[in-house]
């Protein structure tokens, strides 16, 4: 993979790198097309009846263990904040909890408001449904504080110090649960929860809501904490398993969610195109949070960590932070958007002087991040943009790097760990 190093509009939002089955098959071929649509879209027919959805699909038994992984092909990317930050904790109350979670009987996770949260790392995404389906009758029913709730929550963009809704990635005509409303993303720090727990006490949510489903290390971090200050229980999921839901689920409700970048290696004629994510088994997934995880995933129900790295997000915007003196993501995405990593970088053509023939390597590939950097004159003539730039360059080809490794390791490590892994792709 390569990422975009110069004259681009950046946002971190690499979380799926799809190795996906587009070009011709390798050897054996896999079934014919009609074939391999249908089984690939089994798991639709599930998701939607899970759903309640109206629509028609074609049901057949899930089983995608002969398709192969390309991996020639360009990665594709789910939007940063909804359709991976959030979709674990708007997958947590449109999903059966796993049958080892322990879920509040009764209508403790029926009864309004319905919220999903995902504490991670340094992030707290918070989804709230805003029903829009409310009967005359069972408005008069609804109490104040419900109300008042979701007056707050929809009529804000900013809640306390670090709160933030983002009203663009606003999902509009949903139905979960037999409900049509409106999905509305709320984020903010992880470490301002304690204000969080504040707010959501003096407005009388300690009063109305008992359980919450949650994801993250968080859902663990603060169980006691909800449970002390609002009286609140966590239904707690695990991320990767609704991460995996929550994508299905997001491509579902807005097929333009996933996308990649045609004439990705030529930073000029790049453009962001829809990927048709139909047919979606078997993919890689890269997680990008504060760390990186990485999944191999086969279907729905069906995938194993097979990786991870510490080299992430949060590693991005800490370096950036010591190296620049920004105090933000925002600074430093922008910083890193007027940069030049080739100030700071060693590139081959600085080694070789031109490209490295022999083993196919362009002169302007990044031969060692931060590599001029040891050098007096090159440190006093870099600048703060410069520094960002280059710090986002090194994680991002860094992450690229190791998830297109994990893939090659499928195909040449036969171990027990990849059992499943090496099964579902016919190496040549
Ligand atoms: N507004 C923001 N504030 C802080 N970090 C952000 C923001 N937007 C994007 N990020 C990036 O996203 C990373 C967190 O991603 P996220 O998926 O929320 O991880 P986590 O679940 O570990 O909190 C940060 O480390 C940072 O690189
Ligand atoms: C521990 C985590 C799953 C937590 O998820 P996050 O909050 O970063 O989204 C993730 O940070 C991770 O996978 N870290 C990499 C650990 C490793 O394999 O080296």
């Keep these: 993979m390569k990422v975009p190093t110069r004259n681009s509009k950046y946002s971190f939002n690499l979380k799926i790198f799809k190795l996906h089955n587009d070009k011709k098959p390798t050897s054996p071929s896999p079934p014919t097309s009609p074939v391999i649509s249908a089984k690939r879209n089994s798991w639709r027919a599930s998701w939607r009846s899970a759903l309640g ?42 999903e059966l909890p796993h049958p080892a979670i322990q879920i509040p009987q009764g209508d403790e996770l ?24 409310i009967t005359p009758d069972e408005q008069d029913r609804e109490a104040g504080i419900l109300r008042n709730i979701r007056r707050y929550l929809t009529k804000n963009s900013a809640y306390g110090k670090t709160g933030h809704r983002d009203t663009h990635l606003q999902m509009d005509n949903v139905e979960i649960r037999k409900r049509r409303g409106s999905l509305h993303f709320i984020r903010f720090q992880t470490t301002d929860m304690g204000n969080f727990l504040s707010l959501a006490k003096q407005k009388g949510m300690a009063e109305l809501v008992t359980t919450v489903c949650a994801t993250g290390g968080g859902a663990f971090k603060f169980e006691q904490d909800f449970r002390d200050q609002v009286n609140m229980k966590l239904a707690k999921f695990d991320e990767l398993d609704t991460l995996i839901k929550g994508i299905l689920f997001a491509d579902l409700h807005n097929r333009t969610e996933c996308y990649y970048y045609e004439n990705a290696r030529d930073i000029l004629k790049s453009e962001k195109q829809q990927f048709n994510f139909s047919q979606p088994f078997p993919f890689i997934l890269v997680n990008v949070g504060s760390g990186v995880s990485i999944l191999a995933v086969y279907g729905p129900d069906n995938y194993k960590r097979i990786s991870g790295t510490s080299l992430g997000g949060g590693t991005f915007l800490g370096l950036c932070c010591l190296l620049t ?17 080739r100030k700071v970088d060693k590139l081959v053509k600085d080694i070789y002087g031109g490209d490295y023939n022999r083993f196919g390597l362009p002169g302007d590939l990044v031969a060692s991040s931060f590599g001029q950097m040891h050098l007096n004159d090159k440190r006093v003539s870099v600048s703060r943009e410069d520094l960002a730039n280059a710090t986002l360059v090194t994680i991002t080809n860094n992450i690229g790097s190791i998830a297109r490794m994990c893939a090659l390791n499928g195909r040449s490590i036969g171990s027990s760990l990849w059992a499943t892994f090496c099964e579902l792709t016919p190496f040549p």
């Excluded at 029926?110 to 389906?133: A, N």
Aim: net charge negative.
């Design 325 to 341: 003196g920004c105090t933000s993501f925002e600074e430093a995405i922008q910083l890193a958007t007027k940069g030049d990593n």
């Design 53 to 94: 959805s109206k629509s028609k699909s074609i049901a057949m038994a899930s089983d995608s263990s002969s398709d192969p992984i390309d991996l020639e092909a360009e990665p594709v990317f789910f939007e940063h904040s909804r359709c991976n930050s959030y979709c674990s904790s708007y997958s947590a109350f449109t």
């Design 110 to 133: 029926m009864s309004m408001p319905w919220f999903g949260m995902d504490i991670g790392g340094t992030l707290t995404k918070l989804v709230y449904f805003e029903p829009k389906d």
